[in-house]
């Protein structure tokens, strides 16, 4: 590029090519700074403009690629929005020389972010250029003698196939990807088989049968476990494009080996698949075969594989047909589990009550009663507390199948426990589950059983515990009504604002800010407004200029129908806040007082 003098507009631009420089004499060894200037080429392509761009700035960049793995892999993202600055995707070629070598370079993150670059800009690709320009790259890529460049090139048959229109190179394309994975190479066929998925997913239907899946096949039994795991990753794209007739016979046999191949990792990914075969096959292979194959995976002898297995149990019954889905739950699923219940593996155990209660309602109230309901008891027993917290996180799910009261009846002194767990997190699951319950069990049943529970959770040593507690009890009065907050609930958080602890004082504050609105200006005028204004001369500062905010809502609340109550009761207290001596106190009285005036 021309040398600029300090003079010239764009001297700047200058400074930043020489930051760029990886001469062996001129480099300039900052990484950072080098890195730094990657990223502002794009101010230098719009000081350019569009044409030198293409002729002076994208050859520049071309010999950058002699420069550490940071610096490259920044090139190659910010030349996959480069598109507009050389003239939108009439000139996307321009952009290819220095991506296509980027992509055959050692290091993967910078090949990935480089082909990710090329797939955007190949999708951008004016048509007329695909086969000119973006074609002739890929066969290049595809005849590498390293497997970076043919690596590299599994990602870029989509975009290639999608933009030509040309049936004799798009046959050609499909011959390339066929050689790529049949490669000497693991590593080339790991990614073709990473990508087969996409292509097939693009292809037409005389391709897909004779081309494609011929290949795959081959993949599927690769001696390389990874190469497989890829290859049965595309079994539910797959399924999806083929008839159910052509999924039977193509698919099913493949799922079926990965099913009990040697590999733990090809048995995860053929669990990881299951639930995308259902809707794919008759119900008549279902029933016979894919039901059982499913069971065998739950019994898998490795963790990894019962644990994904475990984590598709909803899914996998969900779609099942509804005919014979309540059967197949029971006879072949229930009791394996039944054993996964007691599993040695902790992460099987927690993937399992994230699904198990969600079969309450795919086999109905007596069968979750007789069968379902102990399990779930078991399990919020279970010593590991992630276990206890997604049972608790789907109680509803069985209370809407067998109802509120019975599965309280059977599960209360478990709830009663859980609620002073050890893990805060289950404590804080076991609140968020009490508005539903007291809906269930009305205000009496419900003041008897856990009223107690509630006020204790106020004065927990978790804040976020006390927090949730404070908007339980909203909630509750949302549900119960004034009355019943007059009766059960104030009385008792009013009485935490004489507490020697400042926290629970500030607890009462918290709660009076929840309940407020939901018990009415009345019972904040003739209950609460008192127990705060005493609580304005409270010896900790936090204490006060919590007070100054709860005053300032408590106001916004009045202010319709007790607006004299506001001006002689609230805003005295807030003006004798204001001449506070902590900074805070006087900050938040300061804003109460706004919201008074206004």
């Known amino acids: 590029m021309a040398s600029l003098g300090p003079e010239d507009d764009l001297y700047p631009i200058q400074v930043l090519i020489d930051e760029l420089r990886n001469d062996e004499e001129q480099r300039n060894e900052d990484v950072q700074l080098r890195l730094d200037s990657i990223k502002r080429l794009s101010t230098i392509s719009l000081a350019l403009g569009e044409e030198r761009t293409r002729k002076e700035l994208i050859p520049f960049v071309s010999d950058l690629m002699d420069d550490e793995d940071e610096v490259l892999c920044a090139l190659a993202e910010q030349l996959g929005v480069f598109l507009p600055l050389v003239g939108g995707s009439e000139f996307a070629h321009c952009l290819l020389p220095p991506l296509e070598s980027l992509a055959t370079v050692e290091e993967t993150v910078v090949r990935d972010r480089a082909v990710e670059s090329l797939r955007s800009i190949g999708a951008e690709h004016a048509s007329a250029h695909i086969e000119s320009h973006f074609i002739p790259m890929l066969r290049r890529l595809v005849q590498g003698d390293w497997f970076t460049a043919r690596s590299s090139a599994c990602g870029l048959f989509k975009p290639a196939y999608m933009g030509c229109s040309s049936t004799g190179v798009r046959g050609e394309l499909c011959t390339m990807f066929k050689g790529l994975c049949g490669d000497d190479t693991p590593m080339v066929r790991r990614a073709a088989a990473a990508r087969l998925g996409e292509l097939a997913s693009c292809l037409e239907k005389e391709h897909l049968r004779g081309e494609l899946i011929p290949v795959w096949n081959t993949l599927a039994s690769d001696e390389q476990d990874s190469v497989r795991v890829l290859a049965v990753d595309a079994c539910g794209i797959l399924a999806e494009l083929l008839s159910k007739e052509e999924t039977e016979e193509t698919v099913m046999p493949v799922v079926r080996e990965a099913s009990r191949d040697k590999s733990w990792r090809v048995r995860l990914a053929a669990a990881d698949n299951y639930n995308n075969l259902v809707s794919s096959l008759s119900v008549e292979l279902i029933k016979s075969e894919l039901v059982a194959s499913f069971a065998t995976l739950l ?104 109802g509120v009261p019975q599965l309280t009846q059977s599960i209360l002194p478990t709830i009663v426990e859980l609620a002073e767990d050890t893990k805060w997190r289950v404590r804080l699951a076991i609140i968020e589950y009490m508005p539903l319950l007291a809906k269930q069990l009305g205000p009496e049943v419900f003041s008897e059983k856990f009223n107690a529970l509630c006020m204790n959770w106020l004065v927990d040593n978790v804040y976020a515990i006390r927090q949730a ?126 919201v008074v005036a206004n």
Request: hydrophobic letters at 45%.
């Open 299 to 402: 019994k898998d002898p490795e963790a990894e594989v019962r644990t994904a297995a475990c984590k598709r149990l909803r899914t996998f019954c969900e779609k099942l047909p509804e005919d014979f889905r309540e059967d197949a739950i029971m006879n072949d699923i229930f009791p394996c589990v039944q054993t996964l219940v007691n599993d040695a593996n902790q992460n099987v155990k927690i993937a399992l009550a994230g699904d198990l209660m969600t079969l309450a309602t795919l086999v109905g109230k007596d069968k979750t009663i007789e069968h379902l309901l102990p399990l779930f008891l078991q399990q919020l027993k279970d010593e590991v507390s992630e276990v206890r917290l997604n049972i608790v996180k789907n109680l509803d799910c069985a209370s809407k199948v067998i």
């Open 469 to 594: 507690a404070a908007t339980n009890l909203r909630r509750l009065v949302e549900t119960f009504g004034k009355d019943w907050a007059q009766a059960s609930i104030l009385p008792k958080v009013l009485a935490m604002a004489r507490d020697p602890n400042y926290l629970h004082r500030l607890t009462t504050l918290f709660s009076i800010n929840m309940l407020a609105e939901a018990v009415g200006a009345e019972l904040v005028q003739t209950t609460v407004l008192s127990v705060i204004v005493q609580l304005a001369s409270d010896s900790v500062a936090n204490v006060r200029f919590n007070v100054a905010r709860t005053l300032g809502r408590l106001a916004a609340i009045l202010e319709k129908d007790h607006r004299s109550v506001v001006t002689a009761e609230i805003k005295p207290v807030l003006e004798r806040l204001n001449q506070d001596s902590d900074p805070d106190v006087k900050f938040f009285a300061t804003e109460a007082l706004v």
